[in-house]
C-alpha cells in the first residue's frame, strides 16, 4: 500500500500536524486568553446578551407601582457613570398608585414603616429579569433593583469588580441618605459576589447592612471555573493557573466571596438548589463552611443555609421554591432581633 518513502512522509507528516494542533489548542489558546482581558470580561460580564430596552414603563414586563430612575455615580479615579434602576413599591401601598401619576415615590423612601431591599442581579441579567421574585420579596420589602455599569441602560463601560462595588456603595449610601429603613442586601449568582465585597467595604466605614440573602452564590469566580468542563480539560497543562485562572484576579473580577464573608457583620442567609447546573451546590456549602467557621455569629450574626432538593429549579427559579416566603420572613425576624441586640 505504502512504500518506505512515502510512509516515512505519511508518519512525519501526521507528527507534523498533531504538533501544531496540539500548539494551538494547549499554547497558544490559553496565551491568547491570558492577554485578553477582552475575551475575559466578556465570559464573567456577557452584557452582550441583553437585548437594548426601554426601561420606562414596567407595564411592559408585567409590574406595576414602579418607578424607572437613573442616578448618576462620580467616580474620582474612573469614568462617571449613570445607573439605571426601578423603584419597586411594597405591595401594600400598590394599590394607592394605580392611576395615579403624580404618586410621591420620594415620600415612600422616607417611609420607616418599609424596609429596604437594594437587588444585585446576576450576570447575565437586567433589573427586568426577576420580576417573580420581587412579587414575593415585595410582600416584606421595598425594592431597589440596579443594572450595574455596562448593564441594561446604565452608562459605563470599565467593568471591575472595584468599579462595580464602588458604585453600588454609592447607591447604598444614596438610599440610607434619603431613609431612616433598615437596609437589607440581596444577590444572585454574581450578585452574591459584588453584595458580599460591598457589604465588607461598607463595614471599613462602620456601615452595617441589616441581613444579607445570598441566592446562589459561590466562593470565588475562578472556583467556578474550575468546575467547567474546558477549564477541566485544560487542567492537565501546568500552566492552566498561570494563564486561564490567575488573569481573572490579576484583572479584578474574581470576586473572592470567600474571604470577605468573614467581615460581613449581620446575619447572612444562603439559598441554592442542588440541581443548579451554573453553580454546583458544593461550592455554597463550602461557601456556608467558610463563614461558620471564620465568623463570630454572637457578634456577626447566625448563618442561614437552604439547600434544595432537586426540583428543576436549578441556578434561575429559587422563586418557585415554595418555603420561600416563609424563609425570607423568619429571616428578617432573625435580622431585626440582631439589630436590636447590637444597638
Ligand atoms: C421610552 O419610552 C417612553 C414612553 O414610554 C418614552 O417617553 C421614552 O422617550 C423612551 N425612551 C427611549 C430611550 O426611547
Ligand atoms: C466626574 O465628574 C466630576 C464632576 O462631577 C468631575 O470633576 C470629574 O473630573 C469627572 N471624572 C471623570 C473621570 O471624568
Ligand atoms: C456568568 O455567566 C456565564 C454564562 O455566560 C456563566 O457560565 C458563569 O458561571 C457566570 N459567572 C458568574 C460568576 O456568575
Ligand atoms: C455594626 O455591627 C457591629 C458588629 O455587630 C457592631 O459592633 C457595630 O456597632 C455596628 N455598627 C453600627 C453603625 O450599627
Ligand atoms: C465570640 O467572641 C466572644 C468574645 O469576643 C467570645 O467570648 C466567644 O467565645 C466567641 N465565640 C466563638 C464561637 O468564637
Same mark, same amino acid.
Given at each position: 500500500?505504502?512504500?518506505?518513502?512515502?510512509?516515512?512522509?505519511?508518519?512525519?507528516?501526521?507528527?507534523?500536524?498533531?504538533?501544531?494542533?496540539?500548539?494551538?489548542?494547549?499554547?497558544?489558546?490559553?496565551?491568547?486568553?491570558?492577554?485578553?482581558?477582552?475575551?475575559?470580561?466578556?465570559?464573567?460580564?456577557?452584557?452582550?446578551?441583553?437585548?437594548?430596552?426601554?426601561?420606562?414603563?414596567?407595564?411592559?414586563?408585567?409590574?406595576?407601582?414602579?418607578?424607572?430612575?437613573?442616578?448618576?455615580?462620580?467616580?474620582?479615579?474612573?469614568?462617571?457613570?449613570?445607573?439605571?434602576?426601578?423603584?419597586?413599591?411594597?405591595?401594600?401601598?400598590?394599590?394607592?398608585?394605580?392611576?395615579?401619576?403624580? =404618586?410621591? #415615590?420620594?415620600?415612600?423612601?422616607?417611609?420607616? $414603616?418599609? %424596609? /429596604?431591599?437594594?437587588?444585585? +442581579?446576576?450576570? !447575565?441579567?437586567?433589573?427586568?429579569?426577576?420580576?417573580?421574585?420581587?412579587?414575593?420579596?415585595?410582600?416584606?420589602?421595598?425594592?431597589?433593583?440596579?443594572?450595574?455599569?455596562?448593564?441594561?441602560?446604565?452608562?459605563?463601560?470599565?467593568?471591575?469588580?472595584?468599579?462595580?462595588?464602588?458604585?453600588?456603595? =454609592?447607591? #447604598?449610601?444614596?438610599?440610607?441618605?434619603?431613609? $431612616?429603613? %433598615? /437596609?437589607?442586601?440581596?444577590? +444572585?449568582?454574581? !450578585?452574591?459576589?459584588?453584595?458580599?465585597?460591598?457589604?465588607?467595604?461598607?463595614?471599613?466605614?462602620?456601615?452595617?447592612?441589616?441581613?444579607?440573602?445570598?441566592?446562589?452564590?459561590?466562593?470565588?469566580?475562578?472556583?467556578?471555573?474550575?468546575?467547567?468542563?474546558?477549564?477541566?480539560?485544560?487542567?492537565?497543562?501546568?500552566?492552566?493557573?498561570?494563564?486561564?485562572?490567575?488573569?481573572? %484576579?490579576?484583572?479584578?473580577?474574581?470576586?473572592?466571596?470567600?474571604?470577605?464573608?468573614?467581615?460581613?457583620?449581620?446575619?447572612?442567609?444562603?439559598?441554592?438548589?442542588?440541581?443548579?447546573?451554573?453553580?454546583?451546590?458544593?461550592?455554597?456549602?463550602?461557601?456556608?463552611?467558610?463563614?461558620?467557621?471564620?465568623?463570630?455569629?454572637?457578634?456577626?450574626?447566625?448563618?442561614?443555609?437552604?439547600?434544595?432538593?432537586?426540583?428543576?429549579?436549578?441556578?434561575?427559579?429559587?422563586?418557585?421554591?415554595?418555603?420561600?416566603?416563609?424563609?425570607?420572613?423568619?429571616?428578617?425576624?432573625?435580622?431585626?432581633?440582631?439589630?436590636?441586640?447590637?444597638?
Amino acid at each position: 500500500m505504502c512504500s518506505g518513502k512515502c510512509c516515512i512522509f505519511c508518519t512525519v507528516y501526521t507528527a507534523v500536524l498533531v504538533f501544531l494542533v496540539g500548539l494551538l489548542l494547549f499554547v497558544i489558546v490559553p496565551v491568547i486568553f491570558m492577554f485578553s482581558v477582552g475575551i475575559q470580561k466578556s465570559l464573567v460580564f456577557p452584557t452582550y446578551i441583553i437585548e437594548p430596552k426601554n426601561y420606562s414603563n414596567s407595564e411592559d414586563y408585567g409590574i406595576t407601582g414602579v418607578r424607572n430612575m437613573y442616578i448618576d455615580v462620580p467616580n474620582a479615579n474612573t469614568e462617571n457613570v449613570t445607573l439605571g434602576l426601578w423603584q419597586i413599591l411594597p405591595k401594600e401601598i400598590v394599590s394607592d398608585i394605580i392611576k395615579n401619576d403624580e =404618586y410621591n #415615590f420620594d415620600g415612600v423612601l422616607s417611609n420607616e $414603616k418599609y %424596609k /429596604i431591599l437594594l437587588y444585585l +442581579h446576576g450576570n !447575565g441579567s437586567d433589573r427586568t429579569k426577576s420580576i417573580e421574585l420581587y412579587e414575593i420579596l415585595r410582600e416584606f420589602f421595598h425594592i431597589f433593583a440596579v443594572d450595574y455599569r455596562g448593564y441594561g441602560d446604565s452608562t459605563g463601560s470599565d467593568l471591575t469588580e472595584t468599579n462595580m462595588v464602588n458604585d453600588m456603595k =454609592y447607591i #447604598f449610601k444614596w438610599i440610607q441618605e434619603r431613609s $431612616k429603613s %433598615k /437596609i437589607f442586601v440581596w444577590g +444572585h449568582s454574581l !450578585g452574591t459576589g459584588i453584595a458580599t465585597h460591598l457589604i465588607a467595604e461598607l463595614k471599613k466605614e462602620h456601615i452595617n447592612s441589616t441581613g444579607l440573602v445570598l441566592e446562589a452564590p459561590f466562593t470565588s469566580v475562578i472556583d467556578v471555573m474550575r468546575t467547567h468542563p474546558v477549564v477541566k480539560f485544560y487542567s492537565v497543562l501546568p500552566w492552566t493557573e498561570a494563564t486561564i485562572l490567575n488573569p481573572i %484576579k490579576t484583572n479584578d473580577m474574581n470576586f473572592d466571596s470567600k474571604s470577605y464573608i468573614t467581615d460581613i457583620d449581620c446575619p447572612i442567609m444562603i439559598l441554592h438548589a442542588e440541581d443548579d447546573e451554573i453553580i454546583p451546590y458544593n461550592i455554597a456549602t463550602e461557601l456556608y463552611y467558610t463563614a461558620i467557621n471564620n465568623r463570630n455569629s454572637t457578634y456577626q450574626g447566625d448563618v442561614t443555609f437552604h439547600l434544595y432538593p432537586p426540583k428543576g429549579n436549578g441556578h434561575m427559579l429559587l422563586y418557585l421554591e415554595p418555603d420561600l416566603s416563609k424563609q425570607v420572613r423568619s429571616f428578617i425576624d432573625q435580622c431585626l432581633d440582631f439589630s436590636k441586640k447590637n444597638l
